[in-house]
Every structure is written in structure tokens, then in C-alpha cells.
């Protein structure tokens, strides 16, 4: 009398997790990432490089304005001090719009949203707002320098 055996092979199936990982095309997703890292990078320089070329042509320019005769030394460094915040701020501004749209960031609606608290922020501030305009043009005029007692 034979016997006969039955064999049964188990075949082993992968977890949710292992098939989910099998799937990912890795090499797109690095592709992705250091794509995106060199934009950033080459934004980062870029904006660095229009940053220093600014400052050093607004430092020349003033250093020239500040040479003439009659001109008030407070008030030139008063200028110059508030034009390279400017420039510092508009870089920093673009260069964050331009960082947030590389990463994928509706930057649209966040100009929208932004520009919304401001009027908000201006209407409540009309005071203040007034108050740094006037000083501004005090300044650009010439009638009180910085130091001046008042």
C-alpha cells in the first residue's frame, strides 16, 4: 500500500507595508528632492549676489552725496541706513516668494491673504502710518536732522 503524501508549499505574501514601499519609484523621488535643493541653493546665491551688488551701490552713492559741501552727516547716515533696509527687506521678500514657489506653495493666495491683514492693519494703524510717512519727509526734506533738538 502506498502512501500518499500531499505537500502543501506556503507561500508567504509581503505585508501592506513592504508591498507599499516596493512601489515607490525611489529615484524619481530623489530626482525631486535634490532638483528642488539646487533651485533653492542657486535662488539663495542669486538673491546673496543682487544683496551684495545693492549695498555696495548704495554704499558708493552715498558715499559720493556725502561728499558734498553742506550736506548733514546725520542725516546722510539716517538715509543711507534706511535705504539699505529697504533693499535688505525687498530682497528678502522676493527671495521668499521665489523659495516658496519653487517648494510648490500657493504664493498667489498667500499675496492675497497677506494683502488683506494689511489693509486691515492700515486702516486700524492710520495714525501711526501717518505719523512714519511725516517723519519720512522730515527727514527727506531736510527740516530736522537726526540729533536736532527739537
Known amino acids: 500500500m502506498k502512501h500518499l503524501f500531499l505537500t502543501t508549499t506556503m507561500t508567504t505574501q509581503p505585508s501592506a507595508w513592504v508591498r507599499y514601499f516596493q512601489r515607490i519609484d525611489w529615484s524619481q523621488i530623489l530626482d525631486k528632492v535634490l532638483g528642488t535643493t539646487l533651485e533653492i541653493i542657486l535662488f539663495s546665491v542669486l ?28 542725516r546722510a547716515k539716517t538715509m543711507h541706513t534706511l535705504s539699505i533696509n529697504v533693499l535688505g527687506y525687498t530682497v528678502f521678500f522676493f527671495y521668499l516668494y521665489a523659495v516658496l514657489s519653487v517648494l510648490g506653495v500657493p504664493v498667489g493666495s498667500l499675496l492675497a491673504g497677506a494683502g488683506i491683514v494689511g489693509i486691515a492693519l492700515g486702516l486700524g494703524a492710520q495714525g501711526f502710518v501717518a505719523d512714519v510717512v511725516t517723519g519720512f519727509f522730515i527727514l527727506l526734506e531736510g527740516q530736522i536732522d537726526v540729533g536736532d533738538a527739537v
Do not use: A, D
Open 47 to 74: 538673491f546673496l549676489l543682487v544683496n551684495s551688488i545693492g549695498k555696495r551701490l548704495i554704499n558708493r552713492g552715498f558715499k559720493s552725496y556725502t561728499s558734498r559741501p553742506g550736506i548733514s552727516s546725520t
